[in-house]
């Protein structure tokens, strides 16, 4: 009696160190998935948001001062493997910094980034991307690849239906056309835009076309149009406050004047010019509008005096703001006067002068090209780096989680094992050790029930759902005691997240994958300002693949779920909705509508590389929404072995939508049992309804 109760202790202990180990793995892995969440990282993103502040005070007036806070927030992205959206706000503004610095291959690689990350952050911004390119390729004079990015860019806002993209995208072309020289296909393009603008009463977006017309007149020689063109986009900045196309037009116009010769009228507009920029703190655009004031100024023999004085101080302001472009063709432009004035000692220093700044001008683009190339080479071998760690470190996590399980199995059988033999070595205790076989039963029941309830416990409990979703129902049958299907919501105002999934397999493989894609979940959308359901499957699905196929190879098992996803903003009554194979339905004023899913699964498949792309809806007080796994609609009949089928789920769904909803759950689930009656369960099912 004693060695059995002996037995009873050992078999006891030794259940007890295996529900250790996987409760211990259970938290392993949800330590490696949420990843670290230390003081450390939130001074990272208070570090990263001050400096793309300072980037932005600083992009129009210093932009080499710019680059540099924006390449620091850079490194500190990459250090802390930051979201696909900083880094795309990242890379932008380093494309933006490089074009203002005239390193415009460099600019062309950093916006190349940016259409990276915009195909998994936000499809839509590709346009943006594109046309940016496109206008450095015009100032590389490399035509042929500006009207690729701009085509591409025109696809794409004509693919979302963005009517303000595609009219930019004609206005751009129009540009390109002008710059070839192809005048009249420069208009039509022109006029295309116009009429967009016109039917979205856009005023900045014909400002700027009249602004092109104007400069496409002045080189077509029809100066009168070109002036016209010039008034009415300068009544239309007066109205929007527009300074910075204001200025480009006065000087435009005042430009057009003097070649007209017309040159009081001229200097009126480069006075007006000059005025409007001394109230703005911008002293590029200061020490511009001086040197156009002068450079009308000294044509008129009568005024070289107040040609020369504006034109020291250009110098004066080129030297203490470091422009020295500007300074060198002011010192060159000033030599000239003083000697058509006879003032040749003065004429010659200026002339010194100007060769000096030429010089130090040319050595500084060289250092500033090998810098910037520099710079970009390192951050590529940065990001190499990074991701070399990341995914080495998943694949550590890999295999200990591997090894952990090897050893569970190893422990579990030489326990079985060890009680095999002592239930041969003594007939005697046969009776006790039967006992012992049906507790261990008990006890991994249990230890699977518990398990059930932990899953159960990471999903939104009862009463959360009842604040989020005063009106709503669940029905959750899963096939085993630990279902493969899960659904997860999560409120972040104004904004409610909502998923539903089921994942490969029922049962523990099914419920490990429901762990993985919760933690993940919560994971991603913590780290989203926004949510958007594209961004949020395409990054939920690049996670799975690195945890469940880390190597990649063509052998790696399909592991993985497939789930639909609805970002509801209560504000603006808007739904954006995501489906990885897995469609909605929406109840709307009677009717039903399908809002139909990706045929791609939430992993590894053949078309993974493709992006998610969201439908967006607008939902009024009292619609419904029906999120669902596939369980329902497959379940075999009781008679003739026939599935349930969408068609008659549709039809049940619409049948009772008017009714409240824990009546409708009642009459769901009857329906169910009604169809199914002695047939046995053949999937995992769940169903939600939201009474919006």
């Not at 792309?613 to 009292?622: A, C, D, E, I, L």
């Not at 026939?642 to 009714?659: G, H, N, P, T, V």
């Amino acid at each position: 009696m004693s060695k059995t109760l002996f037995l009873k202790k050992s078999h006891r202990s030794q259940c007890a160190f295996i529900n250790k180990v996987f409760i211990g793995m259970v938290v392993f892995f949800a330590s490696c998935l949420h990843g670290k969440h230390t003081n450390d990282g939130i001074s990272v993103s208070d570090s990263i948001q001050t400096l793309m502040q300072v980037y932005h005070r600083h992009i129009n007036s210093f932009p080499d001062s710019a680059f540099n806070s924006a390449e620091k927030a850079l490194r500190l992205s990459l250090r802390r493997h930051d979201d696909p959206t900083t880094m795309y706000d990242i890379f932008f503004a380093l494309g933006i910094a490089c074009e203002k610095l005239e390193q415009y291959d460099l600019a062309i690689a950093y916006f190349s980034k940016v259409i990276e990350y915009s195909k998994n952050v936000a499809p839509s911004q590709l346009a943006t991307a594109h046309d940016c390119i496109g206008k450095i390729a015009i100032r590389l004079k490399k035509y042929n690849m500006a009207m690729e990015h701009f085509h591409k860019a025109m696809e794409i806002c004509i693919y979302h239906n963005d009517l303000e993209g595609q009219a930019l995208s004609y206005r751009l072309i129009g540009f390109e056309y002008q710059c070839e020289r192809k005048f009249e296909e420069a208009e039509a393009y022109y006029r295309r835009s116009m009429q967009l603008y016109e039917q979205l009463d856009c005023a900045e977006g014909k400002a700027n076309v009249y602004h092109d017309l104007g400069e496409l007149y002045v080189e077509l020689g029809e100066c009168d149009r070109a002036l016209e063109f010039f008034h009415i986009s300068e009544q239309y900045c007066r109205d929007l406050d527009n300074s910075d196309l204001f200025l480009n037009v006065i000087y435009h116009t005042g430009k057009l004047m003097q070649d007209l010769r017309k040159h009081d009228k001229a200097c009126r507009d480069f006075f007006k010019k000059l005025n409007n920029t001394r109230t703005r703190q911008n002293p590029l655009a200061l020490t511009e509008a001086y040197y156009s004031f002068e450079h009308c100024l000294h044509t008129i023999t009568d005024k070289a005096d107040s040609a020369i004085y504006y034109l020291g101080l250009v110098v004066e302001m080129a030297d203490q703001f470091d422009l020295d472009e500007i300074k060198y063709r002011a010192l060159t432009e000033r030599a000239g006067i003083k000697a058509r004035l006879f003032r040749y000692a003065e004429a010659t220093t200026d002339y010194e002068l100007a060769i000096n700044v030429s010089e130090q001008l040319n050595r500084k683009k060289q250092e500033k090209a090998g810098l910037f190339t520099q710079r970009f080479m390192q951050y590529e071998a940065d990001v190499l780096l990074e991701q070399q760690n990341e995914r080495e470190h998943i694949v550590r996590v890999y295999i200990a989680a591997l090894v952990c399980l090897v050893l569970l199995v190893v422990a579990i059988v030489i326990i079985i094992y060890q009680k095999y033999r002592r239930n041969n070595r003594s007939c005697t205790l046969l009776a006790g050790e039967h006992v012992i076989i049906k507790n261990q039963h008990r006890e991994i029941t249990e230890s699977i029930c518990a398990a059930s309830l932990l899953q159960k416990a990471v999903m939104p409990p009862k009463e959360y759902m009842d604040d989020v979703f005063p009106e709503h129902f669940i029905l959750n049958m899963p096939y085993d005691t630990i279902s493969g299907d899960f659904y997860w919501v999560i409120k972040k105002e104004p904004y409610t997240v909502v998923a539903v999934a089921d994942c490969t397999g029922h049962g523990v493989p099914g419920g490990v994958i429901s762990m993985l894609g919760i933690s993940s979940l919560n994971k991603i959308v913590s780290e989203m300002e926004i949510p958007y359901s594209d961004a949020i499957l395409n990054r939920l699905r690049e996670m799975i693949i690195l945890l469940l196929n880390s190597y990649g190879t063509e052998s790696s098992i399909r592991n993985g779920m497939d789930m639909s996803l609805v970002v509801i903003n209560t504000l603006t009554h808007k739904i954006d909705f995501t489906g990885a194979q897995n469609s909605i339905y929406w109840i709307h004023r009677g009717e039903l509508i399908e809002k139909k899913a990706k045929r791609m699964s939430i992993g590894v498949d053949e078309r993974q590389h493709r992006p998610f792309v969201s439908q967006r809806f607008v939902y009024t007080k009292g619609d419904l929404i029906y999120m669902f796994s596939d369980g329902y609609v497959d379940q075999f009949d009781h008679t003739n072995q026939e599935k349930f089928k969408k068609k008659r789920f549709k039809d049940l769904l619409l049948s009772i939508s008017a009714k409240p909803m824990q009546k409708q759950l009642s009459i769901i689930e009857k329906t169910h049992f009604d169809w199914r009656g002695s047939t046995k369960q053949t999937d995992d099912i769940l169903v939600l309804g939201i009474k919006l």
